[in-house]
T-cell receptor, first 116, second 112 residues
Framework: GAVVSQHPSWVICKSGTSVKIECRSLDFQATTMFWYRQFPKQSLMLMAT?????????EQGVEKDKFLINHASLTLSTLTVTSAHPEDSSFYIC????????????FGQGTRLTVV | QKEVEQNSGPLSVPEGAIASLNCTYS??????FFWYRQYSGKSPELIMS????GDKEDGRFTAQLNKASQYVSLLIRDSQPSDSATYLC????????????FGAGTRLAVHP
């Protein structure tokens, strides 16, 4: 159990375009999902907490208008990188919890975004 | 500011040796602690969780927790080249959704 699927695994886009990344919990319902970004040789940096049916909570320094998060159902959260620029190129990873009292996080396989 | 500190390494050990990875955290109220393994280009994988002081063993892995010293460690016995990865220590932040705060990670290299 606790399978989290992320799609796509990698994407290349042109500067100025938008990219949507999906994160699905396949065998459980996730009321809370988290989005991380990881630059090469660095650790995971939390971008935002996504809650089903409500607005996401963004970490300090993360532009909410640039990184749009939608958690429309208990099994799906999406991250849209709007007007992407080369500096947005990174490894984006989502994670989900089995239930609110269980603080373990299970990760999707990640999305490698390259903006050219 | 909630912090999780790890030595970035690399930690190099010969095959068959014990690898010892360390982590300190700043939040005295933390109750749960996790070790994740991340291979290059892949997402993190949960390998150990520990909630009480003392040792917890799972196969070749042993997690050790000392809440008084705010210290958690991971021992890998009989290290194998396939253990070569970055090991991330993670602690839930008690204020708000228990979001996980990660250390910078320790890169482990096991050489034959």
């Amino acid at each position: 159990g606790a399978v989290v699927s992320q799609h796509p695994s990698w994407v290349i886009c042109k500067s100025g375009t938008s990219v949507k990344i999906e994160c699905r919990s396949l065998d459980f319902q996730a009321t809370t999902m988290f989005w991380y970004r990881q630059f090469p040789k660095q650790s995971l940096m939390l971008m935002a907490t996504s809650n089903e049916g409500s607005k996401a909570t963004y970490e300090q320094g993360v532009e909410k208008d640039k990184f749009l998060i939608n958690h429309a159902s208990l099994t799906l959260s999406t991250l849209t990188v709007t007007s992407a620029h080369p500096e947005d190129s990174s490894f984006y990873i989502c994670s989900a919890r089995l239930r609110n009292r269980d603080v373990r996080a299970f990760f999707g396989q990640g999305t490698r975004l390259t903006v050219v | 500011q909630k912090e999780v500190e790890q030595n970035s390494g690399p930690l190099s050990v010969p095959e068959g040796a014990i690898a010892s990875l360390n982590c300190t955290y700043s939040d005295r109220g933390s109750q749960s602690f996790f070790w994740y393994r991340q291979y290059s280009g892949k997402s993190p994988e949960l390998i150990m969780s520990i909630y009480s002081n003392g040792d917890k063993e799972d196969g070749r892995f042993t997690a050790q927790l000392n809440k008084a010293s705010q210290y958690v460690s991971l021992l890998i016995r009989d290290s194998q080249p396939s253990d070569s990865a970055t090991y991330l220590c993670a602690v839930p932040f008690s204020g708000g959704y228990n979001k996980l705060i990660f250390g910078a990670g320790t890169r482990l290299a096991v050489h034959p």
